[in-house]
């Protein structure tokens, strides 16, 4: 079947699905991004492609394609791609930023768009492994409350047990109880072992012990894998024409065969202004110099084990061992001699104290010890590599003894991770110029910490990637053959070139880009008010306490729902400050209760005539959907610029001026604006909604960066107001 044949189809069953869902309207640009869907994914080639045996060199095909809100996106790519998927013979991963969004899609768009598709299709919700219960690990919880009763079987590090031991006796009991009954409800099939499906989902230091991690797991080996909710749910997976993940587990399982291969499938990547950042997250690496007491017990386990099985590659392991634990407290003493009055010098900041390593040049002294850090931590790794093999041949071998083989599977694998990291982190520490290199050569982001913790003084060392575009071209785009990325921000102070720059696709031919405005009228629906302050906003403390006036000033005439957003902890502590006592039963503030809390409790105050009004900060910024009376305010304190303090960012801005850029407007900008186009869009939500915004901040009118990031804004009616 040709290209056109398949687009045309695809264009088909979502103008059919158009017609068939009960009072939907066709919108224009809804129809101009499925058409672009429909060309992209019809023209990739996809599958194995045998160049040498004279096939064509695969198509790749991309498009980058902003829909403003309301287009109604899910909807666009969707139909289109899945009909493709099913005429093709392939399948659609669709990869988002936040839960919010795929549960959205898994319980709201797919289940309706499968009703009205003539083909049927089944979809399935793909999660990272730590989503679900280890059965063993928390059967062996059950009867104690912490993972194992002796030393040589604990498998937690030392920082947790040394929290344990500070537990309250009453704590430890409750958590014996809580893990009983989990384990109950989970054989009475009452629960189906995913930590969200839980009416509470627990803490992150209460799951931890409890979860799926695939260092410790012995897959099919392991006695409870006809039970492993992991593995049931994987099975799902492989029967769905319709996978949906998030930007970690599509950039973490890269090869792992977790998720479809990228060359073979139809790739949509909603929310994808977060992939950048994903991506650096995903790439950046740490590691403790302080808390070294996993050493030596992965050393003894690694010694019993590959002793148990006559693994010769274990004789070099307690030299390993040594060597890491006294190359690591050098470079602890090393680091504390050059950098310590820095550090030190930074006790009432908030978190860890934080030094970053000029160019990446990390200085001499520091070298050597790396360098054998990781050549040590390579020779161990390989003698572990030799144990998990020997172990996996003996439990195919004696299946009866899987449940002995599959913990001491686990206790290598619960710490080799850290060894991993190490290893990733050194190598990444020590990259450097070439001799020669020119100044086009990238130097990683390098950087130290100090915090306390307890009775621990903790010194970290850290290391990441500073272009994410470099990073995704590398490890994502080389492997993908179609794809479409889409959110409501990709266009940044009016194009997509800082987009594509950021995501690896500037310069690509492969790829393409649509813009798609929003149906609403703006204009007629919305008011910008820039209210300015006398004050400049780099004065921090002058500014702020005359935004609080102005702010209270304002939101004391809010009638029903309103959002403010913060750019910093100590901004919205001010404002709560000054909140007199009758705004205070108005005013819900972020983490004073869980979101969802808040938000109902948002809700109903609204929907009884109540004003209230929302304190956040950048991730209510985002994401947030509040339609009509539930947000006619927005208020912008001040422009949400990145904290001055990112290492990474810092790192990169080095580099900039080091290349004859200008970091401030080619990244501090264009990162600016769109974070403020995701702020106001919190605004207007349906083709009904009337709001107001307002900006506190004079550099958006007053500056030529301001009159860039007001490009990238609707248009709304715009008021200016004079101080008060």
Known sequence: MSQQVWAAQALESFDAVVQATPGFRSRDGQRRMAEQVARTFSSATLGKVDEEGGEAAPTRSIAVIQAGTG??????????????????????????????????????????????????????????????????????????????????????????????????????????????????????????????????????????????????????????????????????????Q???????????????????????????????????????????????????????????????????????????????????????????????????????????????????????????????PLGLLAASADGFLEALRAISKALRAEMRDKPEEAKRLSTLYAQIGMLAPRLEELHATAQLLLQEAPQGADRSFVPAA????????????????????????TTLRNHLWNAVRGAVLTSATLNSCGNFDFFLREAGLHGDEAATTLEVPSPFNYAAQGTLIAAETRADPKNAAQFTAEMVDALLHDIARVEYGALVLFTSREQMRQAVDALPTAMRSVVLVQNALPRTQLLKRHRERVENGEPSVIFGMQSFGEGLDLPGRLCESVFITKLPFAPPDDPVGEARAEWLRAVGRDPFSELVVPATAIRLAQWVGRAIRTEDDQAHVYCYDKRLMRTSYGQRLLKGLPPFALEQRAPL
């Open 71 to 240: 287009v109604g996106k899910s909807l666009a790519y969707c139909a289109p791609a899945i009909a493709l998927a099913l005429s093709r013979g392939t399948r659609v991963l669709i990869s988002t930023a936040t839960v919010a969004l795929q549960e959205q899609l898994v319980n709201k768009d797919l289940p309706a768009l499968a009703a009205l598709m003539p083909q049927p299709f089944k979809f399935a919700l793909a999660k990272g492994r730590g989503r679900y219960v280890c059965k063993l690990k928390l059967d062996r919880l059950a009867g104690t409350g912490e993972a194992e009763a002796s030393d040589e079987d604990d498998l937690f590090a030392e920082e947790e047990a040394a929290a344990r031991a500070k537990r309250p006796r009453q704590e430890t009991e409750a958590r014996i109880q809580f893990y009983g009954a989990m384990a109950q409800t989970l054989a009475k099939g009452a629960w189906d072992g995913d930590r969200d499906s839980l009416e509470t989902p627990p803490e992150p230091e209460v799951w931890s012990p409890v979860a799926a991690e695939g260092a410790s797991c012995t897959g099919k080996h392991c006695p409870a894998f006809s039970q492993c909710t992991y593995y049931d749910k994987r099975k799902e997976l492989v029967g769905a």
């Open 242 to 368: 319709v996978i949906v993940a998030n930007h970690d587990l599509l950039l973490s399982s890269l090869g792992a065969r977790v998720l479809p291969e990228l060359d073979n499938c139809l790739l949509v990547l909603d929310e994808a202004h977060h992939l950048p950042a994903t991506a650096l997250d995903q790439f950046a690496c740490s590691m403790d110099l302080s808390r070294l007491a996993w050493i030596d017990r992965l050393s003894s386990r690694g010694l019993r084990i590959g002793a148990l099985l006559e693994v010769e590659e274990i004789a070099d392991i307690p030299r390993h061992a040594a060597q890491l634990r006294q190359t690591l407290q050098d470079l602890a003493r090393i680091v504390m001699d050059v950098y310590g009055p820095a550090l030190k010098s930074q006790k009432d900041t908030w978190g860890p104290a934080r030094v970053r390593v000029p160019r990446g040049e990390l200085p001499e002294p520091l070298t050597a």
């Open 446 to 469: 390098k950087w130290f910490t100090l915090e306390v913790d307890g009775d621990f003084i903790v010194v970290k060392a850290h290391a990441s990637p500073i272009l994410p575009g």
